[in-house]
T-cell receptor
Framework: SQQGEEDPQALSIQEGENATMNCSYKTSINNLQWYRQNSGRGLVHLILIRSNEREKHSGRLRVTLDTSKKSSSLLITASRAADTASYFC???????????FGEGTQLTVNP | KAGVTQTPRYLIKTRGQQVTLSCSPISGHRSVSWYQQTPGQGLQFLFEYFSETQRNKGNFPGRFSGRQFSNSRSEMNVSTLELGDSALYLC?????????????FGPGTRLLVL
């Protein structure tokens, strides 16, 4: 079963707009990671945020983490058609390296 | 540095057969994890290997097994295949599999069971 739930399940926007995806989880975590997947291919790691961090940036990506609400958000600014993909959040356990994935958000960026 | 590689990329089997999938981690990485991705269940953790030992295991039946070799390459085996085993199987590698390490995923092996 999945730990996380992602919202929305699907998002369609125009190029240049910002895209925000949310992730909620249920148990205590050590870290939360976001991955991108293009058309059923492998997962590409985007960003990792530790449980003691609240916000992290990487290029056009901004991730926030609220451990009190057990939620995270991924913001992609100035989106491009190439950002079209499925985005997954994954929580890392307090011990070990097992990742528990959310259900994913399918993002479509229209040119 | 070469990424994680998985072979074969595509596989078609029939019910009752068995299958072996292979994963070569990034050079220097010693932890390899396997995940199954299906439309219904999403991405689910199968198991993790480190230094040739299974260190962590998900909630899958005993038909799913794996191993790791001294060069950190890993194989997973599924015996007595069922239709529900049709999925994308992904492996991921990391340096030592510690909790805050980034895991790097391979392109996956797509298995279709007929």
């Amino acid at each position: 079963s999945q730990q996380g739930e992602e919202d929305p399940q699907a998002l369609s926007i125009q190029e240049g707009e910002n895209a925000t995806m949310n992730c909620s989880y249920k148990t205590s975590i050590n870290n939360l990671q976001w991955y991108r997947q293009n058309s059923g291919r492998g997962l590409v790691h985007l960003i990792l945020i530790r449980s003691n961090e609240r916000e992290k940036h990487s290029g056009r990506l901004r991730v926030t983490l609220d451990t009190s609400k057990k939620s995270s958000s991924l913001l992609i600014t100035a989106s491009r058609a190439a950002d079209t993909a499925s985005y997954f959040c994954a929580t890392g356990e307090t011990s070990g390296s097992r990742l528990t994935f959310g259900e994913g958000t399918q993002l479509t960026v229209n040119p | 540095k070469a990424g994680v590689t998985q072979t074969p990329r595509y596989l078609i089997k029939t019910r009752g057969q068995q299958v072996t999938l292979s994963c070569s981690p990034i050079s220097g990485h010693r932890s390899v994890s396997w995940y199954q991705q299906t439309p219904g269940q999403g991405l689910q953790f199968l198991f993790e290997y480190f230094s040739e030992t299974q260190r962590n295991k998900g909630n899958f039946p005993g038909r799913f097994s794996g191993r790791q070799f001294s060069n950190s390459r890993s194989e997973m085996n599924v015996s007595t295949l069922e239709l529900g085993d049709s999925a994308l199987y992904l492996c991921a590698s990391s340096l030592v599999g510690q909790k805050q390490e980034t895991q790097y995923f391979g392109p996956g092996t797509r298995l279709l069971v007929l």
